[in-house]
């Protein structure tokens, strides 16, 4: 992650709250956690004992929860929840967790799911939110997808407030990742404005893993583990045939995160290339070069691609999508297409295979790990609605859970850094070229 040591000050990390928090809480625990109780932002001994001897207080996010007294009266809650943006395994894991911490542990017995995202808190759309039960939520933990539906694109925030005060909604979960995230923001601003008690708490969901502040977001071990696969089909046609190239491109639009662990996790590839580390194509040190080399030197090779690397060798602007994220052009067309008139012009006899499984993975059901951060995700964010947390984020740092203010989530894309441990590993496991780019 791309990130100076202290970003931000304590200040930032202050999370907003709708008032004093009055309601003895109905949950039994041995131990609640306070307000006052906090997470380091950095572990580096010598940089935080620097700042208390300057007398500066090292900087912390507020730990996640449950709060011994809390802001809403259970028995008044009515809470909603909406899954918004692209597919991501664990879903229908995160609405299950949310359902039954509100059911079993704070007596919530009206939890409403908001269909097609954000979609459905517009009545215009035409989808009424429905009732989610215990019944309704038994089983859906075993399938991909989400049982609600999900969809890009934002909504008039003064709309979806009337959707939410209509029906008398005072907690809103919203699971989704950059976008979404800013939907949220929104949402937090116009009941500001309305000055109403409507809590926001966002669950942050991308397979790419690049949500700013976040250790690693749900779904991403997932993804890593079924792009594996792909990979080892990719290695088994590449090295079926003379000169076998095995091209795999995966999830990641800003941040190479999936594309990198998975190299690491399976050992044959050969390449990978991410949006955080440029390249040329042709020329002497370009990439045509260092892939023709390897197979002259092992007669087969693996190139694991991230769907957003290499955007500058497309040579038109493809305009936005819903979620108003730039589109991007097919990189692993283009290889495909690049590699085999290079390899045709020098003569080498070759075979390529081109594997994108990006909708197969997406959609597949959380693998267990995945399934118990789902689990603790959905679990935290009750907490910190029913403690009248809003316009916060619950998310994993230093290996603990804590509360992130979502404008602090959205400032910025979480990355790989190009000099740091993650790329080193990389670079040392697939020995492919520090840089591959022509320096003039």
Same mark, same amino acid.
């Given at each position: ?236 046609? =590449? @090295? $079926? +045939? ?7 491109? #995966?999830?990641?639009?800003? &941040? %190479? ?48 691609? =991230? @769907? $957003? +690397? ?7 602007? #493809?305009?936005?999508?819903? &979620? %108003? ?116």
């Amino acid at each position: 992650m791309t990130t100076s040591a202290e970003p931000f000050s304590p200040m930032d990390t202050a999370i907003q709250t709708l008032g004093p928090c009055t309601v003895t809480s109905p949950a039994r625990y041995q131990r609640f956690i306070g307000d006052e109780e906090r997470v380091l932002f950095d572990l580096d001994a010598s940089r935080v004992a620097r700042a208390c001897s300057e007398g500066r207080a090292p900087v912390g996010f507020e730990r996640a929860g449950p709060r011994q007294k809390i802001f809403f009266e259970p028995a008044e809650v009515t809470a909603a929840i909406a899954t918004c943006g692209g597919l991501c395994p664990g879903l229908n894991d995160v609405i299950r967790a949310v359902v039954h911490e509100f059911y079993y542990v704070y007596g919530v017995r009206k939890v409403l799911g908001v269909r097609y995202g954000y979609a459905g808190l517009n009545p215009d759309e035409g989808w009424p939110l429905m009732e989610l039960t215990l019944d309704a939520v038994r089983t859906i933990h075993q399938d991909g997808g989400t049982v609600l539906g999900s969809s890009r694109g934002p909504q008039d925030p003064k709309v979806m407030v009337d959707t939410l005060e209509k029906n008398k909604v005072n907690i809103l979960m919203v699971v989704g990742g950059d976008g979404t995230l800013k939907g949220a923001q929104a949402i937090c601003q116009e009941v500001a404005r309305r000055r109403r008690s409507i809590a926001v708490v966002g669950v942050p969901k991308t397979i790419d893993n690049d949500i700013n502040l976040v250790s690693r977001s749900f779904g991403f071990e997932t993804a890593v583990a079924a792009s594996v696969e792909a990979i080892r089909c990719a290695h088994a046609e =590449a @090295e $079926g +045939a003379q000169n076998g190239v095995g091209i795999v491109k #995966l999830m990641g639009r800003e &941040s %190479g995160f999936v594309a990198a662990s998975a190299a690491l996790a399976q050992k044959d590839v050969n390449f990978v290339l991410i949006p955080e580390v440029p390249f040329d194509l042709d020329g002497p040190h370009g990439f045509l070069a260092a892939l023709e080399a390897r197979l002259r030197r092992r007669g087969h090779a693996v190139v694991v691609v =991230a @769907e $957003g +690397a290499g955007q500058n060798h497309f040579d038109r602007d #493809l305009g936005k999508d819903a &979620s %108003g994220n730039q589109k991007l052009g097919d990189i692993g067309q283009l290889l495909r297409d690049r590699i085999g008139a290079h390899l045709k012009a020098m003569k080498l006899p070759h075979s390529i295979k081109y594997i994108d499984p990006s909708y197969i993975i997406r959609s597949v059901p959380a693998i267990p790990s995945d399934c118990i951060f789902c689990g603790f995700l959905g679990q935290h964010a009750v907490h910190a609605g029913m403690a009248g947390k809003t316009n916060v984020m619950v998310g994993s740092w230093n290996n603990l859970f804590v509360h992130i203010p979502i404008p602090e989530a959205v400032r910025q894309r979480k990355h790989v850094d190009p000099n740091g441990g993650l790329w080193l590993s990389v670079l040392e496991s697939t020995g492919q070229p520090e840089r591959m780019v022509n320096t003039p």
